[in-house]
């Protein structure tokens, strides 16, 4: 499944969900499913395009990644024992550990959800250069991955290790991985359940309806 952006409009008292990009439908020619009417442009009613929350972890830079070996279906499920993050570059290189050790790639970060860890237009200076000195350190060897495993940390010990680096070295609190998984993380695999439910009934029915 190609995963893309859905359109949202509202019509007959329902919330109506259709694929943003399917031809042969410009907003234009979208009707309601219940009254066969197409949607006005007022404010109320106008088709609002819904982005798909999963998007290409190497197009990213600077941002904390979640993603999941098992595609989109692994993102889908509201647990995090699947789940895999990372940190991606300037570049969109994405460093992530794993049992190999520190994991350097510009694959396999297609679909992720994605936290941005730096506000747009802003950029921390030598970001690359802390990442890759934070990722040289003997605490992420291939070696002490069974050992971090035991505090439960692995790839969210890394990255948020990075993070609270980043952190200190601005003088702001650190932040502990339950509220970082809480605050940020679970409300984002949530949402993204929710689209991907939605976007598969999409797929398959045409529209989805509230
Ligand atoms: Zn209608």
Redesign the pocket.
């Known amino acids: 499944m190609e995963l893309g952006d859905l359109l949202r409009f509202s ?2 008292g ?1 919330t109506v969900f259709t694929m943003a990009d399917a031809a042969p439908a410009p907003a234009g020619l979208l009707r ?6 197409a ?1 006005s442009f007022s404010l109320v009613e106008a088709p609002v395009r819904v982005r798909s929350p999963v998007v290409d972890g190497h197009r990213t830079s600077c941002c904390f990644l979640v993603t999941s070996r098992h595609g989109l279906d692994g993102l889908s499920e509201e647990t995090d024992c699947e789940l895999h993050v990372g940190i991606s570059n300037s570049q969109g290189v994405v460093l992530s550990y794993t049992e190999s050790g520190v994991q350097r790639e510009q694959h396999g970060w297609e679909q992720s959800l994605v936290i941005p860890l730096v506000s747009p237009g802003n950029c921390i200076p030598n970001w690359d250069t802390q990442l890759d000195h934070f990722a040289a350190m003997d605490t992420w060897t291939a070696d002490r991955f069974e050992e971090q495993r035991e505090f439960g940390s692995c790839c969210y010990g890394f990255a948020l290790g990075f993070i609270n680096q980043l952190m200190m070295s601005q003088g702001k609190q650190l932040i502990t991985r339950e509220r970082f998984t809480s605050d940020l993380v679970l409300p984002r695999v949530e949402a993204a359940s929710k689209y991907l439910a939605v976007f598969r009934h999409v797929c398959r029915h045409g529209y989805w309806m509230a």
């Open positions: 019509h007959c329902r309601c499913p219940e009254c066969g009417l949607p």
